[in-house]
């Protein structure tokens, strides 16, 4: 009588269980080589793999922007710097004109005699001299200053000292030319036109002077605040 076996079960030739097929996973076939050579061949996107997140790009410093040498400083306009420099280079050249007639006595000034009107009886008057000095020298040295003070460099200097005195200066001239016009006029009873050309001229540096203070022209721009 055949006896049966218990405990033990028929297992297949191939191990007893039943293996997956080799290369699968859960059904699926595993990436092959190939295909990982070939995924890694896909370029990046920009920031991978550089230590940055992805999306963002490496961005090249910011260039430094030249700042302009009167950054701050309230310029004036370009007619009004050379309009005082052409009237200050007039009023030097009729200031040596005078100061050259004044020591020169072969040199008279062109100009007539008659009426109202005599330069030389105003140039060789007492009044012709201020504490001692002529006149006519005092004008030379302030529109020498002058020259230089209003010339299109000067205009540009960004010392504020430079703009008060060229101000001081007129304001000064321009009294000490009322003065002059009063001794003209009430003193020596003559008018001299080269010397009223001077006046005319020193009055119009004056106004233009008052002008680009009142503007600001030359002086530090005020800073804005936030």
């Not at 006896?3 to 076939?29: E, F, I, L």
């Not at 995924?39 to 996107?45: F, I, L």
């Not at 960004?158 to 304001?171: D, H, N, T, Y």
């Not at 080269?194 to 005319?200: A, E, I, L």
């Amino acid at each position: 009588m055949a006896t049966r076996k218990t405990g033990t079960t028929a297992r297949p030739a191939n191990g007893g269980t039943k293996s997956r097929d080799k290369g699968t996973r859960g059904g699926r076939p595993e990436a092959t080589a190939a295909t990982a050579q070939r995924a890694g061949s896909r370029p990046q996107r920009p920031g991978t793999g550089t230590g940055r997140p992805a999306g963002q790009e490496q961005r090249a410093p910011a260039a430094r922007v030249a700042v302009p040498e009167d950054a701050g400083l309230a310029v004036a306009p370009a007619w009004l710097r050379w309009t005082t420099w052409g009237l200050s280079i007039a009023g030097l050249g009729v200031s040596i004109y005078l100061t050259i007639a004044h020591f020169n006595t072969s040199v008279s000034l062109v100009c007539p005699a008659t009426g109202g009107i005599n330069c030389e009886k105003v140039t060789t008057s007492p009044q012709s001299y201020v504490f001692g000095i002529p006149v006519a020298v005092l004008g030379l040295a302030f529109y020498l200053f002058l020259v230089a003070a209003n010339s299109p460099w000067a205009w540009r200097a960004r010392w504020p000292q430079v703009q008060w005195a060229r101000l001081g200066s007129l304001i000064v001239g321009i009294i000490f030319v009322l003065y002059l016009i009063y001794t003209e006029l009430y003193t020596i009873g003559a008018i001299c036109l080269w010397c009223t050309s001077v006046h005319v001229i020193t009055f119009l540096l004056f106004a233009l002077t008052v002008f680009s203070a009142a503007a600001g022209y030359g002086l530090a721009k005020a800073s804005s605040r936030a």
